[in-house]
Structure formats: C-alpha cells, structure tokens
C-alpha cells in the first residue's frame, strides 16, 4: 500500500513541475539545457534493407507544444518509438533534461516522464475509464484502492480541463473522450513529456479545438507536448515550435511558426533536390482502358475482414455523435486512357486506401470496375489480376511480398496461376526462375542470386523486383501505390523511369502518392481524394504542390469536376 | 550451403544436451543415477530387435507429424488429430469386419479400407474447418471439442454397436488376412538383412514414405503448397496476391484429415497384435504429432528425424522399471528435449539471417549510399 501511494504521489509531482521527474541524474545541467525537455542527437535506426532515420536532430523546450511533420515515410514513427523507448537507436543520443538516457522499454522511458499517446487507441471498451487508465499500475495491494484512483483521476482530469467521467464504460463514450483516457493515461503514470501520433486524424473540427486548449493547458503547467502530424494549418495554428523531416533526416527546423507559411513548409517536407519525375509530353491515347464508376465501400465493410488498410481504423472509429458513420470511399468514378497516368492525391484515412482495395477485390464494394469494357467487379481478387490488373501494394512488406521466401518465389507471387508457372497443378520452377533473372536484370534489381530470400534485399531493390515483376505480366492497367515510398534515390529514378516507359507503350496507370513531387511529375491528370469522395481534377501542369495540399487537407474545395 | 549445414546440425545437437542434462538432474533429485538409467537406456535400444521395433512405432509418429505439419503450415493448428485418426480406425476396423464375406482381392480390400478411414476423417476434420470459414471460430477449440466427441462417439460403437468381443473388453471383429498388410522382413531379406526370431518389420513403413514423399511435393513444388506457404508466411500478401484464405483453410484440414486417418491404419492394418480396434488400441498419436512437427520444423525429412528420437526413447526407458528407475523419466526427456530444441532453432535461425544480411551487405554497398544514377532526362 505504502509504495502505491508513494508512486501516486510522485507522479502528481511530476506533471506539476516537469523538473521535480528528472531529479535522478547527477550532473549540473547548465540553463539552456535545463530548458529543453527533450534533446536528440544525430539519430540513426537501420531496418534491414531501409535507413528509417538518417540523422535525426530534434530539441524540444520544456513547457512547449512542438510538432514534427513529414512525409508518410519520412521516418516519423521510427522516431517516435525511439523516442518512447519502444527500440533503441543504432547511433546518436538521446537527452532528458540534459542528461544522456539510454532507455531500453517504454516503462524506461515513462519512468523518466515520457509518455506515448497512440493514434488507435489501446483500451479495453468492456471497463469503466477509470479502470483503464490504472490498467498495469492498479492503486492497492492486494485490494485495488478503487476509491483512491478515482479520485486521483478526477483531479488529473479537473486539472487540465480533459473532462471525464471516471465511471463511464469505454465502449459508451465518444473518440474524442477516448482520446482524453488515453492522454489521462500517461499523466496517470508520471509523464511530463507527453508524444502524440497524429492525435486529430480520428477527430471532427470542435474536438480538435478542445484538445489543443486541453494540451495548452497542460504545457503551461510546465508539461511538454510533442505531437506529429502532416496537416500543416493545424500544425501551425497549434505548435511553438516545428520540425520538419524528410526521407530520415531533419530539413527544418522553426522557431516561430508565425513566420513560415503552410506552402513553405509543404516546400520543406516534399523537398527539392530530388530527382524530377518530371514527363511531360503526352502519349494519351483514345480510348477508355479502364474506368471504376460509382466505386463505394460502406464504414463497416471491412468488420471482421483479416486485412486493415493502414488508414482504415481512423475510418471504423466514426464520432459516436454524427448520426451516420462516412463512408470511407464515396461514389468515386475515375477514367483512364491507354497510355495516361492518373494520379490521386489524398491523406492516409481518405479513401486512397480503400480505393485500391475496393479495385483490387480486398473489401466488399458497390459500383462498377470496368476493364477494357468488361466489368470485372464480380471477379474475385486472383481473377482480377489475371485479367490484367497490375498492382503495386502500398506496403510492401505486408502486402508485396513474403519476406522470407526467395526472390523467385516472390516473383510468382500474385501470378502463380499464370500458365507461365504453373503446370497441372504444379510449379515449373525452371521458368519461374527464368523469368526472375530475366526481371532482375531488366529492373535492375541488384542481388548476388535469385535464390536469397527477400528480407536480405534493400528497400529499393525490393520494390524494383516488385515493380518488375507487375511490368513483365503485361497488366493492361496498373495501380501503383506509394512506388517509391521508402527506397533510395538511385530506386526512385529507375522506378520513374519504369513508369515513364510503360505509359509510353500505352500502359495505363492509376498512380496513388504521398509524394506530391512525384504526383504532379509525372500524372497526366491529378484526382485529390478528400473524406472518401474525389473533391478536385486538376491540371498538374498548372498547380503548385502548395496548391495541391491545400486540396488535400480541404482548405480550399472546388466543385467536384466531372469525369473526362 | 556448409553453413547452412552447421546450422541445421546445432540446434538439435544443443537440444539433445539440455535434455541430458535435465533428466539428469530430475533422476538426481530422485535420488537415481543418472548413469544406471543411461545406460539401462543404451540397452534397451541396442541391437536389431529394438532398431526394428523403433522403426515400426515410428511410422504412425511420422505420419501424425506430417497431418499435424500441413496444417501448421499456414498457421492452422489441427488439435483433432487424435479425434480424426481414432474415429477413422473403427469406422475402417468395422467396415473391414463387415465386408469380409465379399472376397475381395487383397489389394483392393486394403485400399477399401483406406477410402473409409479417409473419407471419415476428413469428414470429421471438415466440421472445424467449416466453423471456422463461416462462424469464426478458432478451430483449435473446436477440434479439442470434438475429440472429446468422438471419444464418447467411439466408446458408444463400440459397445452397442461393434463389439464382437464376450469378455470384459469391447473390440471389433478381427479382419481376416486379406485386409492386413503383411510385414516386410522376406523383402528386406531380399537385400540381405535377417532378423532374429520374433523380430518383424511391419508393412506399414512404405506408406510412410509414400506420405512423405507426397507431402514434400505438395509444399515445395506444387501451386497449392505455394498458396498454403505464403498463407502461412505473409496472410495479408496471401489475400492482396488472390489467394482465397477460406478455401485455404478447408482444403488444408481435409487434407489434415486424410493424412492423419493412415496413423490408425498402422496398427490396425499391420501391426499382428491388432487387427481391430478396441479399447486396448494405441492412442495420443495427434498430440505427440503436435510435438513432431515442432521438433521437425514441419520438414519432411526433419519429421522423420522426431519421429524416431521420440520412438527410441519410448523405446529406451521401457525397461527402466526393471532397475527400480520411474519409466516416467522417458517424458521429462521428451518434453525438455523439444523446449530446448524450439529455444535453439529460433537462435539458429536470427543468427542465419543476419548472417545472411550481413553477407549481402558485405557484396555491395548499401543502396542508399549509392550516387544517384543520373535521372533519365525527362522524355
């Protein structure tokens, strides 16, 4: 009982004054470093094949709100499981307080104040709020000191206007309250530093107000608030202070976002020094080769489907308050020529997602799929692809292919009906291997044999077997999702160049990007997706990526263009 | 490929020392010597006889193995092949029975046979399966579940139904001679090999085989086994590359089933001390298959390697209650020696992997690091 109530008493210390926390270590940190909350040192984390963060510079104030944003991929999450302890970095350090941690758990890590609240929320929708939130660090031994939690829950909660009812059952409260028992979880526990990843991505506009009042209550109770995020207006109306990373490096870093412009900083994130994938002459063809009408996926389709988008939950998770949940893909009709790139641009949990689902056959859809002329929507998933619906999944890893098998077994992957292998029921493994070597060699995709396996290849070889293995199939349209997302730039410039010459041989191809750059290069016409519906057609000749993210987050709307 | 060898080689080499060393100390603390046992052990097991024996308790092993292996494969976890094989040997032992007055040529009567035992087993193994494609539910309950039914099914036949025995035991009609696979010791006497008096090596083995052989070409060149590897490898890949996981699911566990109705037709078909089922008829095959295929790491030819350390040491500490040693010991090995062997092979594993990135690493440089190809001029 007495060190229970020792812990509590601690951490209600802690969140009040964020210094009383770090008081273990035993150097004399000098003011400045007293100053900052947070400090990371040229970070670097390998995964096999990828460098997620490349050297990585982070220094966050005490008493600040600071965002990060980035790309999808730019290494963010990989930053911030470094940053709660939930994998150690291969190089550089990592400061509290001034002090040089090596935290080796999240338990480490929360043990010195930092706190994580996840995008999908973590709580078991069967017991009452308060019991979620003591959950692993129960009040009382042997008897749990209900009262007590209560009580300390209901102070937290006052303290910081996060308002909630300690006994409320989980599965009766709204998103927005379930967000608030994540955040009174890691203030329950101690946390003075407190990670948000993406905490408005599953929020309606008036929730998104009150989480900023609660955060900016917190931080001038000298809590420090790290959130990450790629919507730009609301970084910049919320945020002290800004860091921008791409491709697993720090690119900027602003003291005082009343001076950057939303532009600017989409300029920062995106980059400029990359490759162009710029393709500008037009080899668009007469002719519809395939054309999705009226494509619609209902918010429960995917309950109880073994597959999840990686945006989809947002989606499930619709506020408790609005009468009908949205759909996450709404009526979307998109046409596209022989030889015509056409891009759609949309945040994750914007209908991207599921619109490569619904085409591919993943989830239960309404609507019309239409290949050469022929409605393929019936055909199961493997008919589909055999009836020439190439696809570029938009994680590999999970979808692209299976690690741990061979390259040439990974070339068969999705075709292994295709007569070119399959034999009565059996596998010709000579021409399967056959068309491995031929793939390795015309994709460029640099391996010492045909015969490792997959994991050994780096993030860019990877996808260049991917995309080659699509290419030599002869789809007659290809959807490419996020092709170049994560690989090297030598990758990116052959995977362009792929793309290029396939849309000059009259392939058609519907291609899906967080990359504006690479979008509005080499699209012959841009789509931007918006709450499951296609809210704008544009010319990418004539837009500006400034432009184009602000159609996506929904600033600025135009009249749903018809189909060409 | 050397490497690969070694690493192959270590982990059971580990495994077999930890088991050693435990049963060691489990036989010290009861106060035996380790060494008496060991060597009463060695005994039991050295020689032709024993050899022989070990290798006829090890073909129903395998099998179970292998029908246990295919569901694991893609992460399906048959618990029901004990209900399977059990209820496919008294329905195989009763229709065998029945049909003895029909004079079928030897051949066909066993292969009758073995379309029963098939066809009941796969029909049980489906009912799990079904559940699990429409209803959701996790077939490692379900078949659980329906091995207690299929006892209580077995034990209901048996009384009221099948039972040709008077005394106190309930046993089918024995099956005339025809029905049985003789034994295969002229056969290997062809190649030189006698055996001593009541030694006999039994029929079964080729089956075995033919189910090993089988089982290799399923998984490793045929379409079905690349669907049934990637499914249990990567599902979500499985699902995005067209392969349907529902019919995955019920084509695996009837092939489950099939596989695992020929463990009972060992003993019923080729054993002389059967030839019908009973209450006295060998069970636990289905979960020691379990053990098999993890031990074996769902390899065809490292199940037969489980198979027979698990027959010789079931062999081995028979007679260890002969000099006052618990034959109980005979489980403590088996047990600690497949936890060890599970620990090792994960070890093994990490280690060859990045062994195997590191090799890649060390041919070329790092991708990322690479200087960009200069970027095809716009076209």
């Known amino acids: 009982m007495a060190a229970h109530s020792l812990a509590l008493a601690r951490s209600h210390r802690c969140v009040g004054t964020a210094v009383t926390v770090l008081g273990e270590h035993t150097g004399r940190p000098t003011a400045e470093q007293l100053d900052v909350a947070i400090e990371l040192r040229d970070i670097v984390k390998r995964f096999p094949g990828v460098v997620a963060n490349d050297g990585v510079n982070l220094k966050v104030r005490r008493g600040t709100i600071h965002a990060i944003v980035g790309e999808n991929g730019a290494g963010k999450s990989t930053l911030m499981k470094t940053l709660y302890g939930a994998h150690q970095p291969d190089e550089g350090t990592i400061l509290v307080g001034g002090q040089e941690q090596h935290f080796r758990s999240p338990s480490a890590a929360i043990r010195l104040g930092i706190g994580m609240v996840f995008q999908h929320f973590m709580l078991a929708d069967n017991f009452t709020v308060w019991e979620n939130i003591v959950l692993g660090k129960e009040p009382g031994w042997p008897v749990l000191a209900a009262a007590k939690a209560r009580r300390r829950i209901r102070e937290l909660s006052e303290q910081y206007g996060l308002d909630v009812e300690p006994d409320d059952l989980v599965s009766d409260i709204g998103v927005g309250e379930k967000q608030r028992v994540e955040i009174l979880k890691v203030l329950y526990r101690g946390a003075s530093i407190l990670i948000l990843d993406e905490p408005t991505a599953v929020l309606v506009p008036h929730e998104v107000e009150e989480l900023f009042t609660s955060l900016r209550q917190l931080t001038d109770d000298g809590a420090t608030v790290i959130f990450i995020s790629h919507k730009l207006d609301e970084v910049l109306g919320n945020a002290d202070a800004i860091t921008?990373?791409?491709?697993?490096?720090?690119?900027?870093?602003?003291?005082?976002?009343?001076?950057?412009?939303?532009?600017?900083?989409?300029?920062?994130?995106?980059?400029?020094?990359?490759?162009?994938?710029?393709?500008?002459?037009?080899?668009?063809?007469?002719?519809?080769?395939?054309?999705?009408?009226?494509?619609?996926?209902?918010?429960?389709?995917?309950?109880?489907?073994?597959?999840?988008?990686?945006?989809?939950?947002?989606?499930?998770?619709?506020?408790?308050?609005?009468?009908?949940?949205?759909?996450?893909?709404?009526?979307?009709?998109?046409?596209?020529?022989?030889?015509?790139?056409?891009?759609?641009?949309?945040?994750?949990?914007?209908?991207?997602?599921?619109?490569?689902?619904?085409?591919?056959?993943?989830?239960?859809?309404?609507?019309?799929?239409?290949?050469?002329?022929?409605?393929?929507?019936?055909?199961?998933?493997?008919?589909?692809?055999?009836?020439?619906?190439?696809?570029?999944?938009?994680?590999?890893?999970?979808?692209?292919?299976?690690l741990s098998m061979s390259l040439w077994e990974n070339v068969m992957l999705g075709h292994q009906n295709s007569a070119a292998y399959s034999n009565h029921g059996l596998i010709d493994r000579d021409a399967a291997r056959e068309r491995t070597t031929a793939v390795v060699k015309e994709f460029d995709v640099r391996t010492p044999s045909i015969d490792v396996r997959a994991f050994t290849l780096s993030g860019g070889n990877q996808q260049k077997l991917i995309v080659g293995r699509e290419m030599r199939s002869e789809p007659i349209v290809l959807v490419a999702a996020h092709p170049t997302r994560g690989v090297d730039v030598g990758a990116q410039a052959v995977i362009w160049d792929i793309l290029r010459d396939a849309r000059a041989a009259g392939l058609s191809t519907l291609l899906i990007s967080a990359d504006l750059e690479e979008l509005i290069g080499l699209s012959d016409r841009l789509l931007v997706m918006l709450r499951g519906k296609i809210v704008a057609d544009l010319d990418p000749a004539a837009v500006s990526q400034g432009e184009l993210g602000v159609y996506m987050t929904g600033v600025k709307t135009a009249d749903p263009v018809p189909v060409r | 490929m050397n490497r690969k060898l070694v690493y192959g080689t270590a982990a059971p080499v580990l495994a077999a020392l930890v088991a050693l060393v435990v049963s060691s100390i489990a036989l010290l603390i009861a106060g035996d010597s380790p060494i008496t046992a060991f060597k009463e052990m060695w005994s039991s097991i050295d020689g032709t006889q024993p050899v022989v024996a070990i290798i006829n308790r090890a073909v129903p092993y395998y099998i179970a193995g292998v029908a246990v292996a295919v569901g694991f494969k893609m992460r399906l976890f048959n618990i029901g092949v004990d209900g399977q094989h059990q209820l496919a040997a008294i329905f195989a032992a009763a229709f065998g029975f029945g049909i003895r007055d029909w004079d079928l040529p030897a051949p066909l009567y066993v292969a009758a046979i073995f379309l029963v035992a098939m066809l009941?087993?796969?029909?049980?193994?489906?009912?799990?399966?079904?559940?699990?494609?429409?209803?959701?539910?996790?077939?490692?309950?379900?078949?659980?579940?329906?091995?207690?039914?299929?006892?209580?099914?077995?034990?209901?036949?048996?009384?009221?139904?099948?039972?040709?025995?008077?005394?106190?035991?309930?046993e089918t009609g024995p099956l005339p001679q025809a029905a049985l696979i003789p034994h295969l010791n002229r056969l290997v006497g062809w190649f030189g090999f006698h055996f001593p008096g009541n030694t006999v090596l039994q029929g079964f083995l080729p089956v075995a085989v033919v189910v090993g052989v089988a089982y290799h070409v399923l998984l490793n060149r045929s379409r079905f086994g690349f669907d049934l590897r990637v499914s249990g490898e990567n599902p979500s890949a499985a699902k995005a590359s067209g392969i349907?996981?529902?019919?995955?699911?019920?084509?695996?566990?009837?092939?489950?089933?099939?596989?695992?109705?020929?463990?009972?037709?060992?003993?019923?078909?080729?054993?002389?001390?059967?030839?019908?089922?009973?209450?006295?008829?060998?069970?636990?095959?289905?979960?020691?298959?379990?053990?098999?295929?993890?031990?074996?790491?769902?390899?065809?030819?490292?199940?037969?390697?489980?198979?027979?350390?698990?027959?010789?040491?079931?062999?081995?500490?028979?007679?260890?209650?002969?000099?006052?040693?618990?034959?109980?010991?005979?489980?403590?090995?088996?047990?600690?020696?497949?936890?060890?062997a599970v620990v090792a092979f994960e070890v093994v594993r990490r280690r060859a992997e990045d062994a195997e990135t590191r090799a890649m690493s060390r041919q070329r440089p790092i991708a990322t690091h690479v200087a960009p190809e200069p970027v095809g001029s716009a076209t």
Do not use: C
């Open chain 2, 244 to 340: 349907d996981p529902k019919r995955m699911v019920i084509i695996t566990f009837l092939i489950s089933g099939a596989v695992g109705a020929l463990i009972g037709l060992a003993p019923l078909l080729a054993d002389p001390q059967f030839g019908k089922y009973g209450d006295q008829f060998p069970q636990g095959f289905g979960l020691a298959g379990l053990s098999l295929a993890l031990l074996g790491r769902n390899h065809p030819v490292g199940i037969v390697a489980a198979a027979l350390v698990w027959a010789t040491i079931e062999r081995a500490t028979q007679r260890l209650s002969f000099v006052d040693i618990p034959q109980e010991i005979g489980i403590i090995l088996q047990g600690s020696f497949l936890l060890a």
């Open chain 2, 120 to 170: 009941v087993s796969m029909v049980w193994a489906a009912i799990p399966a079904v559940l699990k494609v429409t209803r959701n539910v996790n077939e490692v309950i379900a078949t659980i579940m329906l091995n207690f039914i299929a006892s209580q099914l077995i034990f209901f036949l048996l009384r009221n139904h099948w039972n040709r025995a008077t005394g106190q035991v309930a």
């Open chain 1, 244 to 402: 921008v990373i791409r491709a697993g490096k720090t690119v900027g870093e602003v003291d005082d976002p009343s001076k950057v412009t939303a532009q600017e900083l989409a300029e920062m994130m995106v980059g400029s020094e990359l490759p162009s994938p710029e393709t500008r002459e037009r080899t668009v063809q007469e002719g519809i080769r395939f054309e999705v009408r009226n494509l619609t996926v209902e918010a429960d389709a995917k309950v109880g489907q073994v597959t999840l988008g990686a945006g989809a939950e947002s989606n499930v998770l619709a506020p408790t308050e609005q009468a009908a949940a949205r759909k996450p893909l709404d009526n979307v009709s998109i046409m596209i020529h022989a030889g015509e790139i056409v891009g759609i641009a949309g945040v994750e949990g914007n209908g991207p997602t599921e619109l490569i689902e619904a085409i591919m056959g993943l989830v239960p859809s309404t609507g019309a799929v239409i290949l050469q002329g022929k409605d393929i929507s019936t055909f199961d998933t493997l008919a589909r692809r055999e009836a020439g619906v190439g696809v570029v999944p938009e994680d590999r890893h999970r979808d692209g292919m299976v």
